[in-house]
Protein backbone atom coordinates (compact mmCIF):
# COMPACT_ATOMS: atom_id res chain seq x y z
CA UNK A 1 0.00 0.00 0.00
CA UNK A 2 1.84 3.37 -1.01
CA UNK A 3 0.67 6.58 0.54
CA UNK A 4 0.46 8.26 -2.67
CA UNK A 5 0.45 7.88 -6.13
CA UNK A 6 1.13 10.85 -8.88
CA UNK A 7 -0.97 9.51 -12.15
CA UNK A 8 -0.41 10.77 -15.36
CA UNK A 9 2.47 13.14 -14.98
CA UNK A 10 4.85 14.73 -17.50
CA UNK A 11 8.32 14.93 -16.11
CA UNK A 12 10.58 17.92 -16.83
CA UNK A 13 12.26 15.69 -19.51
CA UNK A 14 9.07 15.36 -21.16
CA UNK A 15 8.41 11.72 -20.46
CA UNK A 16 4.59 11.62 -20.66
CA UNK A 17 2.24 9.46 -18.85
CA UNK A 18 3.96 8.71 -15.77
CA UNK A 19 2.40 7.61 -12.51
CA UNK A 20 4.76 8.29 -9.46
CA UNK A 21 4.62 6.34 -6.19
CA UNK A 22 5.54 7.28 -2.62
CA UNK A 23 5.98 5.77 0.31
CA UNK A 24 7.20 6.49 3.73
CA UNK A 25 8.47 10.14 2.33
CA UNK A 26 9.97 8.57 -0.71
CA UNK A 27 9.73 8.38 -4.39
CA UNK A 28 9.08 4.45 -4.73
CA UNK A 29 7.83 4.13 -8.35
CA UNK A 30 8.23 5.97 -11.62
CA UNK A 31 7.02 4.14 -14.45
CA UNK A 32 3.55 3.95 -16.80
CA UNK A 33 0.44 2.67 -15.24
CA UNK A 34 1.43 1.80 -11.94
CA UNK A 35 -2.20 -0.45 -10.46
CA UNK A 36 -0.91 -0.99 -6.45
CA UNK A 37 -3.19 0.85 -4.02
CA UNK A 38 -2.84 3.84 -2.24
CA UNK A 39 -3.91 5.61 0.31
CA UNK A 40 -4.37 9.07 -1.45
CA UNK A 41 -4.16 9.29 -5.40
CA UNK A 42 -3.82 12.80 -7.71
CA UNK A 43 -4.27 12.83 -11.42
CA UNK A 44 -1.95 15.23 -12.97
CA UNK A 45 -4.18 14.91 -16.12
CA UNK A 46 -0.70 15.29 -18.31
CA UNK A 47 0.47 18.20 -16.89
CA UNK A 48 3.96 18.89 -15.54
CA UNK A 49 5.65 17.67 -12.18
CA UNK A 50 8.92 18.44 -11.42
CA UNK A 51 11.23 18.90 -8.35
CA UNK A 52 10.23 21.69 -6.38
CA UNK A 53 11.70 25.12 -6.87
CA UNK A 54 14.85 26.39 -5.13
CA UNK A 55 15.53 29.76 -4.63
CA UNK A 56 19.17 29.85 -3.55
CA UNK A 57 19.76 33.62 -2.38
CA UNK A 58 16.81 35.23 -0.17
CA UNK A 59 17.21 37.62 2.51
CA UNK A 60 14.23 36.63 5.15
CA UNK A 61 15.03 38.76 7.77
CA UNK A 62 13.98 41.82 5.67
CA UNK A 63 10.89 40.07 3.90
CA UNK A 64 7.49 41.36 4.35
CA UNK A 65 8.42 44.38 6.03
CA UNK A 66 7.79 46.41 3.04
CA UNK A 67 5.81 49.88 4.68
CA UNK A 68 7.92 49.50 7.89
CA UNK A 69 8.40 52.55 9.25
CA UNK A 70 7.68 54.11 6.25
CA UNK A 71 7.97 53.31 2.27
CA UNK A 72 10.78 53.55 0.35
CA UNK A 73 9.44 56.48 -1.86
CA UNK A 74 12.33 56.66 -4.60
CA UNK A 75 12.35 53.22 -5.58
CA UNK A 76 16.28 53.26 -5.43
CA UNK A 77 18.84 50.98 -3.54
CA UNK A 78 20.49 54.08 -1.32
CA UNK A 79 17.13 54.51 0.08
CA UNK A 80 16.63 51.21 0.90
CA UNK A 81 19.82 50.44 3.02
CA UNK A 82 18.87 53.99 4.38
CA UNK A 83 15.24 52.01 5.25
CA UNK A 84 17.01 48.83 6.57
CA UNK A 85 18.68 50.52 9.26
CA UNK A 86 16.03 52.27 10.66
CA UNK A 87 14.23 49.05 10.39
CA UNK A 88 17.15 46.76 12.29
CA UNK A 89 17.33 48.67 15.38
CA UNK A 90 13.28 48.41 16.14
CA UNK A 91 12.10 45.45 14.60
CA UNK A 92 11.82 42.74 17.54
CA UNK A 93 12.56 38.55 17.60
CA UNK A 94 8.79 37.71 17.22
CA UNK A 95 8.37 40.34 14.34
CA UNK A 96 10.76 38.70 12.49
CA UNK A 97 10.05 35.49 12.99
CA UNK A 98 5.85 36.53 12.09
CA UNK A 99 6.98 37.95 8.76
CA UNK A 100 9.45 34.61 7.97
CA UNK A 101 6.72 32.19 8.74
CA UNK A 102 4.08 33.93 6.52
CA UNK A 103 6.64 34.23 3.56
CA UNK A 104 7.60 30.41 4.10
CA UNK A 105 3.22 30.01 4.32
CA UNK A 106 3.27 31.41 0.42
CA UNK A 107 6.72 29.84 -0.58
CA UNK A 108 4.88 26.61 -0.09
CA UNK A 109 2.22 27.52 -1.90
CA UNK A 110 4.47 28.73 -5.10
CA UNK A 111 5.98 25.22 -4.95
CA UNK A 112 9.24 25.65 -3.36
CA UNK A 113 10.68 23.19 -1.38
CA UNK A 114 14.30 24.96 -0.14
CA UNK A 115 15.19 28.22 0.61
CA UNK A 116 19.26 29.82 1.12
CA UNK A 117 18.52 33.10 3.07
CA UNK A 118 20.95 35.66 4.52
CA UNK A 119 20.53 36.54 7.75
CA UNK A 120 22.28 40.39 8.24
CA UNK A 121 24.64 39.44 11.12
CA UNK A 122 25.46 43.74 11.95
CA UNK A 123 23.24 43.96 14.35
CA UNK A 124 24.83 42.94 17.85
CA UNK A 125 21.56 41.83 19.53
CA UNK A 126 21.52 39.12 16.40
CA UNK A 127 18.00 39.97 16.67
CA UNK A 128 17.30 38.12 12.85
CA UNK A 129 20.08 35.35 13.49
CA UNK A 130 18.01 34.21 16.51
CA UNK A 131 14.46 34.32 14.51
CA UNK A 132 15.92 32.82 11.47
CA UNK A 133 17.55 29.81 13.36
CA UNK A 134 14.16 29.29 15.47
CA UNK A 135 12.27 29.60 11.90
CA UNK A 136 14.56 27.20 10.20
CA UNK A 137 13.32 24.21 13.20
CA UNK A 138 10.06 25.26 12.54
CA UNK A 139 9.49 25.14 8.89
CA UNK A 140 11.87 22.01 8.50
CA UNK A 141 9.07 19.52 8.23
CA UNK A 142 7.77 21.58 4.71
CA UNK A 143 10.88 23.54 3.61
CA UNK A 144 14.69 23.19 3.88
CA UNK A 145 15.96 26.68 5.54
CA UNK A 146 19.54 27.10 4.61
CA UNK A 147 21.49 30.00 6.36
CA UNK A 148 24.05 32.48 5.42
CA UNK A 149 25.86 34.52 7.74
CA UNK A 150 25.40 38.15 5.94
CA UNK A 151 27.99 41.09 7.13
CA UNK A 152 25.71 43.79 5.63
CA UNK A 153 27.79 46.64 6.48
CA UNK A 154 31.22 45.04 5.70
CA UNK A 155 32.95 42.59 7.97
CA UNK A 156 35.76 45.06 7.86
CA UNK A 157 33.96 48.33 7.92
CA UNK A 158 31.48 47.45 11.04
CA UNK A 159 33.42 47.29 13.74
CA UNK A 160 31.71 44.45 15.17
CA UNK A 161 30.79 42.29 12.01
CA UNK A 162 33.44 39.59 12.56
CA UNK A 163 32.97 39.32 16.13
CA UNK A 164 29.10 38.51 15.08
CA UNK A 165 29.64 36.84 11.69
CA UNK A 166 31.97 33.98 14.43
CA UNK A 167 28.93 34.30 16.91
CA UNK A 168 26.50 33.58 14.18
CA UNK A 169 28.34 30.06 13.16
CA UNK A 170 28.51 29.84 16.69
CA UNK A 171 24.85 29.46 17.24
CA UNK A 172 24.26 27.31 13.80
CA UNK A 173 24.00 29.08 11.17
CA UNK A 174 25.27 26.89 7.92
CA UNK A 175 27.36 29.16 5.79
CA UNK A 176 30.01 31.75 5.55
CA UNK A 177 29.12 35.05 3.79
CA UNK A 178 30.67 38.29 2.90
CA UNK A 179 29.74 41.56 0.98
CA UNK A 180 33.86 42.76 -0.09
CA UNK A 181 32.68 45.37 -2.53
CA UNK A 182 31.25 46.91 0.34
CA UNK A 183 34.34 46.99 2.13
CA UNK A 184 36.26 50.86 2.23
CA UNK A 185 38.66 49.59 -0.45
CA UNK A 186 38.98 47.02 -2.86
CA UNK A 187 42.27 45.83 -0.85
CA UNK A 188 39.92 45.56 2.44
CA UNK A 189 37.75 43.69 0.04
CA UNK A 190 39.72 41.24 -0.70
CA UNK A 191 41.37 41.35 2.92
CA UNK A 192 37.73 40.24 4.07
CA UNK A 193 37.48 37.25 1.42
CA UNK A 194 40.57 36.07 2.50
CA UNK A 195 39.65 36.22 6.41
CA UNK A 196 36.07 34.98 5.43
CA UNK A 197 37.70 32.13 3.35
CA UNK A 198 40.07 30.42 6.64
CA UNK A 199 37.02 30.87 8.50
CA UNK A 200 35.40 28.88 6.27
CA UNK A 201 37.91 26.09 5.30
CA UNK A 202 38.92 26.11 9.33
CA UNK A 203 35.01 25.03 10.15
CA UNK A 204 34.48 22.94 7.36
CA UNK A 205 31.84 25.48 5.88
CA UNK A 206 30.67 26.60 2.45
CA UNK A 207 30.87 30.14 1.17
CA UNK A 208 28.37 32.57 -0.36
CA UNK A 209 29.21 36.31 -0.74
CA UNK A 210 27.33 38.81 -2.23
CA UNK A 211 30.30 39.77 -5.05
CA UNK A 212 31.17 42.32 -6.99
CA UNK A 213 27.65 43.71 -6.77
CA UNK A 214 28.05 46.94 -8.62
CA UNK A 215 28.47 48.32 -12.46
CA UNK A 216 32.40 48.59 -11.59
CA UNK A 217 34.51 47.20 -14.39
CA UNK A 218 37.21 46.86 -12.33
CA UNK A 219 36.12 44.99 -9.38
CA UNK A 220 38.09 42.33 -8.73
CA UNK A 221 36.30 40.28 -5.69
CA UNK A 222 35.38 37.14 -7.79
CA UNK A 223 38.94 36.73 -8.63
CA UNK A 224 40.37 36.84 -5.33
CA UNK A 225 37.30 34.27 -4.15
CA UNK A 226 38.09 31.92 -6.74
CA UNK A 227 42.16 32.13 -5.80
CA UNK A 228 40.85 31.74 -1.95
CA UNK A 229 38.93 29.12 -2.80
CA UNK A 230 41.64 26.67 -4.45
CA UNK A 231 44.37 28.17 -1.83
CA UNK A 232 41.89 26.73 0.83
CA UNK A 233 40.70 23.19 -1.09
CA UNK A 234 37.06 24.57 -1.19
CA UNK A 235 36.26 23.41 -5.12
CA UNK A 236 32.85 23.20 -5.48
CA UNK A 237 31.55 24.61 -2.18
CA UNK A 238 31.63 28.31 -2.76
CA UNK A 239 29.09 30.81 -4.02
CA UNK A 240 29.52 33.98 -5.83
CA UNK A 241 26.12 35.70 -5.65
CA UNK A 242 25.00 38.46 -7.77
CA UNK A 243 28.70 39.14 -10.02
CA UNK A 244 26.30 41.95 -11.79
CA UNK A 245 29.96 43.81 -12.56
CA UNK A 246 30.78 41.03 -14.97
CA UNK A 247 28.57 42.80 -17.40
CA UNK A 248 30.90 45.92 -17.34
CA UNK A 249 34.24 43.96 -17.45
CA UNK A 250 36.33 43.86 -20.54
CA UNK A 251 36.56 41.12 -22.43
CA UNK A 252 39.43 40.22 -22.65
CA UNK A 253 39.90 40.47 -18.58
CA UNK A 254 36.98 37.81 -18.40
CA UNK A 255 38.73 35.15 -21.06
CA UNK A 256 41.08 34.93 -17.83
CA UNK A 257 38.74 35.21 -15.15
CA UNK A 258 36.36 32.53 -16.38
CA UNK A 259 38.91 29.59 -16.53
CA UNK A 260 39.75 30.61 -12.91
CA UNK A 261 36.13 30.31 -11.72
CA UNK A 262 36.00 27.13 -13.28
CA UNK A 263 39.42 25.35 -12.09
CA UNK A 264 37.45 26.82 -8.79
CA UNK A 265 34.66 25.04 -9.72
CA UNK A 266 32.55 28.28 -8.29
CA UNK A 267 28.84 28.24 -8.16
CA UNK A 268 27.49 30.97 -9.54
CA UNK A 269 24.07 32.78 -8.12
CA UNK A 270 22.45 35.85 -10.54
CA UNK A 271 19.27 37.41 -8.76
CA UNK A 272 17.59 38.66 -12.16
CA UNK A 273 14.62 40.49 -10.72
CA UNK A 274 16.84 42.76 -8.38
CA UNK A 275 19.53 43.44 -10.80
CA UNK A 276 17.75 44.69 -13.44
CA UNK A 277 15.88 46.90 -11.43
CA UNK A 278 19.11 47.97 -9.48
CA UNK A 279 22.34 48.21 -11.90
CA UNK A 280 23.02 50.52 -14.38
CA UNK A 281 20.86 53.52 -12.17
CA UNK A 282 24.21 55.80 -12.58
CA UNK A 283 23.74 55.28 -16.64
CA UNK A 284 21.99 57.61 -18.77
CA UNK A 285 21.41 56.05 -22.01
CA UNK A 286 22.36 53.28 -23.22
CA UNK A 287 21.71 51.74 -20.08
CA UNK A 288 23.46 48.53 -18.74
CA UNK A 289 21.41 45.24 -17.95
CA UNK A 290 23.80 44.20 -15.11
CA UNK A 291 23.14 40.67 -15.12
CA UNK A 292 26.30 38.71 -14.97
CA UNK A 293 27.55 36.97 -18.31
CA UNK A 294 25.07 33.65 -17.38
CA UNK A 295 25.21 31.70 -20.81
CA UNK A 296 29.21 32.33 -20.81
CA UNK A 297 29.66 31.14 -17.13
CA UNK A 298 27.07 28.19 -17.81
CA UNK A 299 28.90 26.68 -21.12
CA UNK A 300 32.27 26.66 -18.82
CA UNK A 301 31.11 24.23 -16.80
CA UNK A 302 29.84 26.30 -13.34
CA UNK A 303 26.67 25.72 -11.93
CA UNK A 304 24.23 28.76 -12.24
CA UNK A 305 20.98 28.80 -10.53
CA UNK A 306 18.64 31.89 -10.05
CA UNK A 307 17.82 33.66 -7.03
CA UNK A 308 15.34 35.80 -5.85
CA UNK A 309 17.07 38.06 -3.12
CA UNK A 310 14.15 40.49 -1.89
CA UNK A 311 10.09 40.33 -1.71
CA UNK A 312 8.21 43.48 -0.60
CA UNK A 313 11.13 44.60 1.49
CA UNK A 314 13.05 48.17 1.74
CA UNK A 315 14.94 47.10 -1.46
CA UNK A 316 12.02 45.88 -3.29
CA UNK A 317 8.22 46.46 -3.07
CA UNK A 318 7.63 43.56 -5.43
CA UNK A 319 7.17 39.86 -5.82
CA UNK A 320 5.78 36.80 -4.82
CA UNK A 321 7.97 34.25 -3.78
CA UNK A 322 7.44 32.95 -7.72
CA UNK A 323 10.78 31.45 -8.76
CA UNK A 324 8.94 31.13 -12.67
CA UNK A 325 8.88 34.88 -12.42
CA UNK A 326 12.77 35.02 -11.54
CA UNK A 327 13.47 32.58 -14.12
CA UNK A 328 11.72 34.85 -16.87
CA UNK A 329 12.78 37.79 -16.26
CA UNK A 330 16.52 35.91 -15.90
CA UNK A 331 15.76 34.75 -20.00
CA UNK A 332 14.33 37.71 -21.42
CA UNK A 333 17.80 39.85 -19.67
CA UNK A 334 20.31 36.76 -20.75
CA UNK A 335 18.41 36.67 -23.96
CA UNK A 336 18.20 33.00 -23.27
CA UNK A 337 15.44 32.49 -26.12
CA UNK A 338 16.50 29.27 -27.86
CA UNK A 339 14.24 26.34 -27.00
CA UNK A 340 17.45 24.53 -25.16
CA UNK A 341 18.11 27.86 -23.40
CA UNK A 342 14.64 28.41 -22.04
CA UNK A 343 14.57 24.86 -20.72
CA UNK A 344 17.89 25.60 -19.12
CA UNK A 345 15.98 28.82 -17.59
CA UNK A 346 13.43 26.04 -15.80
CA UNK A 347 16.41 24.08 -14.34
CA UNK A 348 18.10 27.52 -12.88
CA UNK A 349 15.13 27.49 -10.53
CA UNK A 350 15.24 23.86 -9.39
CA UNK A 351 18.18 20.94 -10.31
CA UNK A 352 20.79 23.58 -10.64
CA UNK A 353 20.06 25.84 -7.47
CA UNK A 354 19.55 22.06 -5.25
CA UNK A 355 22.99 21.21 -6.32
CA UNK A 356 23.98 24.47 -5.09
CA UNK A 357 22.45 24.57 -1.86
CA UNK A 358 23.52 20.71 -1.76
CA UNK A 359 20.27 19.36 -1.22
CA UNK A 360 20.35 15.55 -0.38
CA UNK A 361 17.88 13.17 -2.45
CA UNK A 362 16.81 15.76 -4.25
CA UNK A 363 14.69 15.01 -7.84
CA UNK A 364 12.12 13.09 -9.64
CA UNK A 365 14.31 9.25 -9.32
CA UNK A 366 13.67 6.08 -7.08
CA UNK A 367 14.86 6.83 -4.11
CA UNK A 368 14.86 10.25 -3.50
CA UNK A 369 12.79 12.09 -1.19
CA UNK A 370 8.91 12.26 -2.40
CA UNK A 371 8.89 16.45 -2.66
CA UNK A 372 7.14 17.45 -6.07
CA UNK A 373 5.11 20.57 -7.49
CA UNK A 374 2.34 19.94 -9.81
CA UNK A 375 1.89 22.94 -12.33
CA UNK A 376 -0.71 24.03 -14.57
CA UNK A 377 1.63 23.88 -17.78
CA UNK A 378 2.72 20.32 -20.50
CA UNK A 379 6.36 21.57 -20.46
CA UNK A 380 8.90 23.62 -19.14
CA UNK A 381 9.05 26.60 -21.50
CA UNK A 382 5.05 26.79 -21.27
CA UNK A 383 5.54 26.89 -17.27
CA UNK A 384 7.84 29.48 -17.50
CA UNK A 385 5.27 31.63 -20.43
CA UNK A 386 2.41 30.78 -18.30
CA UNK A 387 4.17 31.33 -14.74
CA UNK A 388 2.65 28.23 -14.46
CA UNK A 389 -0.10 28.06 -11.67
CA UNK A 390 0.67 25.87 -8.78
CA UNK A 391 -2.10 22.96 -8.64
CA UNK A 392 0.04 21.12 -6.08
CA UNK A 393 3.19 20.95 -3.18
CA UNK A 394 4.27 17.23 -2.33
CA UNK A 395 6.51 17.19 0.26
CA UNK A 396 7.62 13.82 2.10
CA UNK A 397 4.71 12.06 -0.15
CA UNK A 398 2.27 14.45 1.70
CA UNK A 399 0.17 17.11 -0.70
CA UNK A 400 0.71 20.07 1.65
CA UNK A 401 -0.57 22.88 -0.78
CA UNK A 402 -3.45 22.17 -3.24
CA UNK A 403 -5.34 25.00 -5.78
CA UNK A 404 -7.90 24.28 -8.42
CA UNK A 405 -6.65 25.32 -12.24
CA UNK A 406 -7.20 28.57 -13.34
CA UNK A 407 -9.90 28.38 -15.91
CA UNK A 408 -12.10 30.89 -17.28
CA UNK A 409 -15.52 30.76 -18.48
CA UNK A 410 -16.56 32.34 -21.71
CA UNK A 411 -19.54 33.82 -22.89
CA UNK A 412 -18.99 35.04 -26.65
CA UNK A 413 -21.63 33.87 -29.55
CA UNK A 414 -20.10 30.72 -30.93
CA UNK A 415 -16.88 30.50 -28.87
CA UNK A 416 -16.07 27.15 -26.52
CA UNK A 417 -17.63 27.68 -22.93
CA UNK A 418 -14.07 27.67 -21.17
CA UNK A 419 -10.52 28.95 -21.64
CA UNK A 420 -7.60 26.90 -20.22
CA UNK A 421 -4.38 29.20 -20.92
CA UNK A 422 -2.44 25.73 -20.41
CA UNK A 423 -4.28 24.31 -23.54
CA UNK A 424 -2.23 26.84 -26.06
CA UNK A 425 0.79 25.00 -27.42
CA UNK A 426 3.02 25.13 -29.84
CA UNK A 427 1.74 24.33 -33.70
CA UNK A 428 4.65 21.53 -33.79
CA UNK A 429 6.66 19.02 -31.11
CA UNK A 430 9.71 19.58 -33.64
CA UNK A 431 12.85 21.51 -32.33
FE1 LIG B 1 21.18 39.54 -1.63
Not at 258 to 278: G, Q, S
Not at 332 to 350: I, N, P, Y
Request: net charge negative; charged share 20%.
Amino acid sequence: MFDLIVKNATLPDSTRNIDIACADGIIVGLEHDITAESRETIDATGYLVSPPFVDPHFHMDATLSLGTPRMNTSGTLLEGIALWGELKPIQSVDDIIARALRYCDLAVSMGLGAIRSHVDVCDDTLKGVEALLEVRAQVAPYLDLQLVAFPQDGVLRDPTAMANLIRALDMGVDIVGGIPHFERTMQQGADSIRQLARIAADRGLMIDMHCDESDDPSSRHIETLALETQAHGLQGRVTGSHLTSMHSMDNYYVSKLIPLMTEAEINVIPNPLINIMLQGRHDTYPKRRGQTRVPELRDAGLTVGFGSDCVMDPWYSLGRADMLDVAAMGLHVGQLSSRKDMEWCFDAVTVNSAAIMGLKGYGLAKGNKANMVLLQARDRIEAIRLRAHRLATIRGGKIIARAAPVVSDLNLPGRPETVNPADYAPQTNQD
